[in-house]
């Protein structure tokens, strides 16, 4: 399986922004896609947005259009969360993960995440 370091989060102000990356320690085959989840207090972990390896095609969930945008770095297998406009309620753990394209949910272990705080 992948191994995958997420980082970039912190606290942050309501309207603030962060970027999030997250690192595989392997070559990403260009069939799958890459993937942004996250999991707030309480709550089941929740798909956020993907990016083909291959393509850089994207898709979000919809409460996440417009505000954030993943983006990847094919050479240094390594896929980004642009996260604009932050809201109280985008405070959770965000993860990486592989999946398959138009797929939500991932494909290898997931990782220890990185922690957004954002308040109000």
């Known amino acids: 399986q992948v191994q995958l370091v997420e980082s970039g989060g912190g606290l942050v102000q309501a309207g603030g922004s962060l970027r999030l990356s997250c690192a595989a320690s392997e070559r990403i085959a260009r069939i799958y896609a890459m993937g942004w989840f996250r999991q707030a207090p309480g709550k089941e972990r929740e798909f956020v947005a993907a990016i083909s390896w291959g393509t850089g095609d994207t898709y979000y969930a919809d409460s996440m259009k417009g505000r954030f945008t993943i983006s990847r770095d094919n050479a240094k297998n390594t896929v980004y969360l642009q996260m604009n406009s932050l809201k109280p309620e985008d405070t959770a753990v965000y993860y990486c993960?592989?999946?398959?394209?138009?797929?939500?949910?991932?494909?290898?272990?997931w990782g220890q995440g990185t922690l957004v705080t954002v308040s109000s």
């Open positions: 993960n592989r999946l398959y394209w138009g797929r939500r949910d991932g494909l290898d272990a």
